[in-house]
């Protein structure tokens, strides 16, 4: 059952970080859309971060699973893993976004 738990922390960190990256990478948009390149630059450095600690905590499950030891998969964890990959997308995109912003106020 630890083991199940420990699992269940891991996916739950993916759902959070998930959304707290795609949560800022959208604050980074609207910083810029303001021309707030400063704040847009500093939310997508968090956005990052937060993916980064879902990364870490995605690495240790492929880990366990090379390793032979078999996670179940649930519902949830395809929730998780989609939580993560519409982040990642989000955040290139609001990446591309504020560099668009940027541009627009040089001219």
């Known amino acids: 059952m630890a083991e199940e738990e420990a699992n269940l922390e891991t996916i739950m960190g993916l759902i959070i970080n998930g959304g707290n ?3 800022s990478a959208m604050e980074a948009i609207m910083a810029a859309k303001t021309g707030d390149f400063d704040g ?6 968090e956005a990052d971060g937060f993916l980064a600690e879902a990364h870490n905590a995605q690495t240790g499950m ?4 090379a390793q ?18 519409n982040a990642i ?3 290139d995109l609001a990446g591309e976004i504020v560099d ?5 106020a040089e001219k």
């Open 62 to 65: 492929l880990t366990q699973e």
């Open 40 to 45: 847009a630059d500093a939310k997508l450095k």
């Open 68 to 85: 032979g030891n078999h996670v179940k998969v649930s519902l949830l964890m395809v929730h998780s893993q989609d939580h993560m990959m």
């Open 21 to 23: 990256a795609k949560s």
């Open 100 to 104: 668009l912003y940027k541009k627009l």
């Open 89 to 91: 997308t989000f955040r």
